[in-house]
């Protein structure tokens, strides 16, 4: 098992920054990859990105050249920097992680971009 515990998030202004962090525990040595998908109301859940350990980095279109994931293995948190967020960015974001087996989630944590 492995437990996911998001934080950040909250209100920006259009063009604004934001940052989340995602600390995990549990069965940690399993994990093949850390990330974070979002989900806008009234839509699916989307990818936004995530790493591997190789240190190998995918991002969602979308996304591209405004967020960064980046991973502290030492402290076992993968984080998402988020740069000249628009309106379209608003979502609950959740921190994901992928073992051998299993996908989990954290429980989410909530961003609005918006004037």
């Known amino acids: 098992q492995v437990h996911l515990v998001e934080s950040g998030g909250g209100l920006v202004q259009p063009g604004g920054s934001l940052s989340l962090s995602c600390a995990a525990s549990?069965?940690?040595?399993?994990?093949?990859?850390m990330g974070w998908y979002r989900q806008a109301p009234g839509k699916e859940r989307e990818l936004v990105g995530f790493?591997?350990?190789?240190?190998?980095?995918s991002y969602a279109e979308s996304v591209k050249g405004r967020f960064t994931i980046s991973r502290d293995n030492a402290k076992n948190t993968v984080n998402l920097q988020m740069n000249n967020l628009k309106p379209g960015d608003t979502a609950v974001y959740y921190c994901?992680?992928?073992?051998?087996?299993?996908?989990?989630w954290g429980q989410g944590t909530q961003v609005t971009v918006s004037s």
């Open positions: 549990g069965s940690i040595f399993n994990i093949e990859r």
């Open positions: 790493v591997y350990n190789s240190g190998r980095i």
């Open positions: 994901n992680c992928l073992t051998v087996s299993t996908m989990y």
